[in-house]
């Protein structure tokens, strides 16, 4: 059981490149997060999805957009990065139905590392 | 809003002595509570969490948690600490109200176990 996998695990872009980091899971979770890691800051919330088709904004969302397309997938994008995008990323997901659904831990992937220069 | 404070950014204890991560957290409803343990280079992995019910909580690698209502606290306890045990340790939060199970993390406490 794989759990959930991150791709890339490490990255560096120049300012003003693109790209997008992918999320899978297989667990069959219907809620998806993505959040990014600063040193002293503990994780921040960019977006989340509640199921297939559907996001939402987190925390953090600025410079960033997502899609849900796949229940199994979460994709995370730069549009034009920034040095101040420079941080770990992570992916987390949870179940969402059923009683005591919303008590359930996220489960993460092991991030991607990015750098901005 | 939700808000979580994790007051000591590094705790450093003697391999066998008790290890105490402090956490307070701050929501406008009932609380769930959880902690997370993070590795070098690895992600979050899921440590105990309190829902309802006793106060004292026990989860993974003889870890337990006492939740405490009147101090808004939910601080993380190990009787006997190993050296294996050095990592990060977030504490978080999340309203039993908030849409998405959407969680609050503190900003993480080092631990540091000297053999």
């Known amino acids: 059981n794989a759990g959930v996998t991150q791709t890339p695990k490490f990255r560096v872009l120049k300012t003003g490149q693109s790209m997008t980091l992918l999320c899978a899971q297989d667990m069959n979770h219907e809620y998806m997060y993505w959040y990014r890691q600063d040193p002293g800051m503990g994780l921040r919330l960019i977006h989340y999805?509640?199921?297939?088709?559907?996001?939402a904004k987190g925390e953090v969302p600025d410079g960033y957009n997502v899609s849900r397309l796949k229940k199994q997938n979460f994709l995370l994008g730069l549009e034009s990065a920034a040095p101040s995008q420079t941080s770990v990323y992570f992916c987390?997901?949870?179940?969402?139905?059923?009683?005591?659904?919303?008590?359930?831990?996220?489960?993460f992937g092991d991030g991607t590392r990015l750098s901005i220069l | 809003a939700q808000s979580v404070a994790q007051p000591e950014d590094q705790v450093n204890v003697a391999e066998g002595n008790p290890l105490t991560v402090k956490c307070t957290y701050s929501v406008s409803g009932n609380p769930y509570l959880f902690w997370y343990v993070q590795y070098p280079n690895r992600g979050l992995q899921f440590l105990l969490k309190y829902i309802t019910g006793d106060n004292l909580v026990k989860g993974s690698y003889g870890f337990e948690a006492e939740f405490n209502k009147s101090q808004t606290s939910f601080h993380l306890k190990k009787p006997s600490a190993l050296v294996s045990d050095s990592a990060l340790y977030f504490c978080?939060?999340?309203?039993?109200?908030?849409?998405?199970?959407?969680?609050?993390f503190g900003g993480g406490t080092r631990v540091l176990v000297k053999p």
């Open positions: 999805s509640v199921g297939e088709g559907t996001t």
């Open positions: 978080a939060v999340r309203d039993f109200k908030a849409a998405g199970n959407k969680l609050t």
């Open positions: 987390a997901s949870s179940y969402s139905t059923g009683a005591g659904a919303g008590n359930q831990p996220q489960h």
